[in-house]
């Protein structure tokens, strides 16, 4: 019975352990700080990065915590939604307060790209709104 007890344990431990490693830690979102020139330091581009960079590394249980959930989708549609995509790669264009624009290239699975450009907007951390559309 107590080899029985310690071989639960140490498979409750590892599988903690995987969950915690497949969503990833929930970071809390950087403090913003002023750099010597005055100029304020913007969290908002690096929180719309990090969650592509999320994407692209099939950690999407991370990118839903940075902003996913606040599509208005499930969980399931939410992945489902990248399946054709190989990798995303976004180009800041600029940020205004909490409003990030950004310029994505997909990449899809077959090979063909597909170009979006739109806003993000993000707060604490998180994007709660967006309004992106495909330029070609």
Avoid: M
Avoid at 15 to 31: E, I, N, T
Avoid at 44 to 50: G, N
Avoid at 62 to 68: I, M, P, Q, T
Avoid at 88 to 113: E, H, M, P
């Amino acid at each position: 019975i107590t080899v029985a007890i310690i071989v639960l344990l140490c498979l409750a431990g590892v599988g903690y352990k995987l969950l915690r490693h497949s969503a990833g830690p929930v970071a809390q979102p950087p403090a913003q700080q002023t750099s010597p020139t005055g100029v304020l330091a913007n969290s908002s581009a690096r929180t719309v990065q990090d969650y592509f960079r999320a994407i692209n590394h099939h950690r999407y249980a991370r990118a839903w915590v940075l902003g996913g959930k606040n599509t208005g989708e499930s969980y399931a549609s939410f992945v489902s939604g990248f399946s054709q995509t190989a990798r995303d790669a976004v180009q800041i264009i600029s940020t205004s307060g909490q409003v990030v624009t950004a310029r994505l290239t997909a990449t899809q699975t077959d090979g063909s790209v597909q170009t979006y450009q739109g806003t993000y907007t993000v707060v604490n951390g998180q994007i709660v709104r967006s309004d992106v559309r495909r330029v070609s």
